[in-house]
Structures are given as C-alpha cells and as structure tokens.
C-alpha cells in the first residue's frame, strides 16, 4: 500500500504561483498513474490533472489548462503540481492520489489511494 503527503499549499494573491508536491512512500509510484483533484466549500471534489506512470502523458480539466502542470519524478517518489496565474476560483483544498490502471483516469471514485490535502488560498 502506498502512503501519500501532499505539500506546497498556501496564501497567494490572485495570478501569482504555487507549487504542490506529493510524496509517496510504503510503496513505488512508478506502478501507479497519478492524479490532483480538488474540493472547495459546499462543493463536490473535482479532478484537476493526471499523469501517466512514466510521466509520457498528462490530462487536465478545462480551467486549468496552460495554468497548471503536472509532473512526476519516480526517482524521488514524488508528483508536483506547477499552479500559475492562479484565480480565486482555484481556492479549495488539493488532494493527490494513485491509481493502477495508468488510463488517465478523472472519476475520484477510480483512484484508491489519497493524501490528506493541502489548503490553496487565492486571495482577489
């Protein structure tokens, strides 16, 4: 089984940047595609972004494309989440998880694995 921590939340001001990392341990990511999502106040937890397990392919939602970059460095068992020209609408907590089945998955119900979250504030 592996263990997520995700890292990097905080307070910014809007089109300013952040950087989420998520460590993995107990277990090699290298097997597991990877995905960000997220969960503001009062609403349903949202995909965001996914990776491949080799990092070859990633997939985003709508609002976040050409803001928002994930990546992955299986070496150090870690994916990251590069956050730019953030918006207020971007405020909510932000969860990674994994997934076995390396198909880019956007449903959460199809990932098994989830950190704790990190809080993301983006003050207008």
């Known amino acids: 089984q592996v263990q997520l921590v995700e890292s990097g939340g905080g307070l910014v001001q809007a089109g300013g940047s952040l950087r989420l990392s998520c460590a993995a341990s107990?277990?090699?990511?290298?097997?597991?595609?990877m995905g960000w999502f997220r969960q503001a106040p009062g609403k349903e937890r949202e995909f965001v972004a996914a990776?491949?397990?080799?990092?070859?392919?990633?997939y985003y939602r709508n609002s976040v494309k050409g803001r928002f970059t994930i990546s992955r460095d299986n070496a150090k068992h870690t994916v990251y989440l590069q956050m730019n020209s953030l918006k207020p609408e971007d405020t909510a907590v932000y969860y990674c998880?994994?997934?076995?089945?390396?198909?880019?998955?956007?449903?959460?119900?199809?990932?098994?694995?989830w950190g704790q979250g990190t809080q993301v504030t983006v003050s207008s």
């Open positions: 998880a994994g997934e076995l089945t390396n198909l880019l998955r956007t449903s959460a119900d199809e990932y098994d694995y």
């Open positions: 107990g277990r090699a990511i290298s097997n597991y595609g």
């Open positions: 990776i491949s397990w080799k990092g070859s392919s990633t």
